[in-house]
């Protein structure tokens, strides 16, 4: 085994606001070389199927011909394997925690596919929920990470900014197919300075897609998904 | 300063019994608080405002929810006993990655072969057994799935043990995974297991007042 870390990582298409984004970022922070193969989720690779057999999704980080899954648990192994600074997560075991439950609360809470691909009253109750619970995670921001700025993690986007960023970043996009404001500064101010500082970072600016690409990609996923619908009806 | 903990739990819910697992495998004393899940206690409010939900870890005074983070929080504190976590990076992922799958597997499915009938309750019990199937293939000639001690993945997959009896009434699963039936009953040998688990007759008992509750036959 040489020197040389191999650095693969498996994700969907780059147009997406996905968990690869998350770990993409990551890897680049940390400046991490590492080799992408996009996947396309309806025509998964014989690698990819080999790397994470038991659920078959992407993003699958592979080091050194070794696989890890969840984007979640890959962002902690990036942290714990290349120690060095940026560090994604804080040292603090009580801060760590409060930083991976809220990572918990946005993975189960902040789902924007069900929003996305709703109708009519069922849409208008997910709006509701949705900025209930971004109220609920701005109260949080402001209750357990107030000595932090411009990011939860401080000087520099972590953990629980990459889990919170890939998706919060692409909000315009969102709110322009739901026809509806989700995150709007006067009610979350907080949360907003936190997305426009986001935004405005280099490397996840790169990273993210631009608002056009991203509004036709989602666009294109809702109608692919009602016209598989119909075929199956 | 003096340590203060407090857990706040109900006892059959296999993640408070993680947190007192971990908490006795590294000798800490704390305060046991019953939790009533019908009238919520003022603390339990005020410590879980999110979710309203137990387990709660109280440490001097500052509240850790959600079960797999309260046991890689009391890991991390009490660095100096029984580690539960690896050292290893990627032996740490795996073990995470096995947790997650746990409770996104093993969990739900096992709450819908509870709460569902026919084809769907079917369906739920076809997942269970093939998610348990995949653990036993994970622990493979190990004793535990921390290797030669308890680690992680044991104190978060051991609760269901006290579920056993009440999931056989069920559907047999305990004759297709064998290995992890025998794993469960050495786990259990280890007295911080044992004392944490509530006897599986009497969470039987709990079930099937559940279902009265909820009108469930």
Known sequence: ?233 | MANEVTLLDFWPSPFGMRARIALSLKGIEYEYKEENLLEKSPLLLKMNPVHKKIPVLIHNGKSICESLIMVQYIDEVWNDKSPLLPKDPYARAVARFWADFVDKKVYVSGKRIRITKGEEQEAAKKEFIESLKLLENELGDMPYFGGEILGYLDVVLVPFYSWFYTYETYGKFKAECPKLVAWAKRCMENESVSKSLPEQERVYGFDLKLKKVYGIE
């Open chain 1, 1 to 233: 085994m040489g020197d040389v870390s191999e650095v693969k990582l498996f994700g969907t298409w780059s147009g997406s606001p996905s968990p690869t984004k998350r770990v993409e970022i990551a890897l680049k922070l940390k400046g991490i070389p590492y080799e992408f193969i996009q996947e396309d989720l309806g025509n998964k690779s014989e690698s990819l199927l080999q790397y994470n057999p038991v659920h078959k999704k992407v993003p699958v980080l592979v080091h050194n011909g070794k696989p890890i899954a969840e984007s979640a648990i890959i962002l902690e192994y990036i942290d714990e394997h290349w120690k060095y600074a940026p560090k994604l997560l804080p040292e603090d075991p009580y801060e760590r925690a409060m930083v991976r439950f809220w990572a918990n609360f946005i993975d189960e809470k902040l789902r924007s596919r069900a929003l996305v691909m709703s109708e009519g009253e069922e849409k208008a109750k997910l709006i509701k929920e949705y900025i209930e619970n971004i109220c609920v995670l701005e109260e949080g921001i402001k209750r357990d990470f107030s000595g932090k700025s411009p990011f939860l993690n401080g000087e520099s986007p972590g953990y629980l900014d990459l889990v919170l960023g890939s998706s919060a970043c692409s909000h315009r996009a969102i709110e322009e197919i739901v026809g509806a404001k989700l995150i709007m500064p006067e009610i979350h101010p907080l949360f907003f300075a936190w997305v426009t500082a986001m935004k405005n970072h280099p490397v996840v600016k790169e990273t993210l897609p631009p608002h056009e690409g991203l509004l036709n990609h989602v666009l294109k996923y809702k109608q692919r998904t009602l016209e598989l619908l119909n075929t199956k009806a």
